[in-house]
T-cell receptor, first 109, second 115 residues
Framework: GQQVMQIPQYQHVQEGEDFTTYCNSS?????IQWYKQRPGGHPVFLIQ?????EVKKQKRLTFQFGEAKKNSSLHITATQTTDVGTYFC?????????FGKGTKLSVKP | DSGVTQTPKHLITATGQRVTLRCSPR?????VYWYQQSLDQGLQFLIQ?????ERAKGNILERFSAQQFPDLHSELNLSSLELGDSALYFC?????WGTGVYGYTFGSGTRLTVV
């Protein structure tokens, strides 16, 4: 079946370092969404990418959608302690969302 | 407050029992989705309803069932509960039945503990 693989599973960084999480799908996606779940919280929608090769920025966060629409990445520049949480990429296919297992980010002050 | 209301927030019950989780979607949203999140696991899609009708089914066990009512609130029924059913159950809503530009809005979840 359709799968969305996300790496790494865990990432520990020093505050101020950059962070990147990668997402790969076994099938071509109609779109990709990214969510953030703070510890003890619920997933919160960050952004959606639809076009092949699309790049979007939100302050220190940069999101990319691959040319083949099968992979994506989220890059955070100069991490802060407020960035702590699990980042999920979510592949959209045939009207449904397929969640990756997420990358758990911890930031050491 | 995301606008999606889930009750109860916590539920502790014994094996073999049956429970009902409730979700009220954000105002104006017609689709409701149920997800299960086990410890350190991703979100497993269970089922989706759109305007009262079942639209998609994921890895939902036969012991589980759901429905969406005319007022658009939804209930997830879990029966013959097993220890492995202990998890966080999220409800999410969206305007349409596709993925939509604004993604899904999640509720705060119901933490189910089966003892």
């Amino acid at each position: 079946g359709q799968q969305v693989m996300q790496i790494p599973q865990y990432q520990h960084v020093q505050e101020g370092e950059d962070f990147t999480t990668y997402c790969n799908s076994s099938t071509t996606l109609s779109n990709i969404q990214w969510y953030k779940q703070r510890p003890g919280g619920h997933p919160v929608f960050l952004i959606q990418l639809v076009k092949s090769g699309e790049v979007k920025k939100q302050k220190r966060l940069t999101f990319q959608f691959g040319e083949a629409k099968k992979n994506s990445s989220l890059h955070i520049t100069a991490t802060q302690t407020t960035d702590v949480g699990t980042y999920f990429c979510v592949g959209g296919s045939q009207g449904n969302l397929i969640f990756g297992k997420g990358t758990k980010l911890s930031v050491k002050p | 407050d995301s606008g999606v209301t889930q009750t109860p927030k916590h539920l502790i019950t014994a094996t073999g029992q049956r429970v009902t989780l409730r979700c009220s979607p954000r105002s104006g949203d017609l689709s409701v989705y149920w997800y299960q999140q086990s410890l350190d696991q991703g979100l497993q899609f269970l089922i989706q309803y759109y305007n009262g009708e079942e639209r998609a089914k994921g890895n939902i066990l036969e012991r589980f069932s759901a429905q969406q009512f005319p007022d658009l609130h939804s209930e997830l029924n879990l029966s013959s509960l097993e220890l492995g059913d202990s998890a966080l159950y999220f409800c999410a809503s969206s305007v349409g039945w596709g993925t939509g530009v604004y993604g899904y809005t999640f509720g705060s979840g119901t933490r189910l503990t089966v003892v």
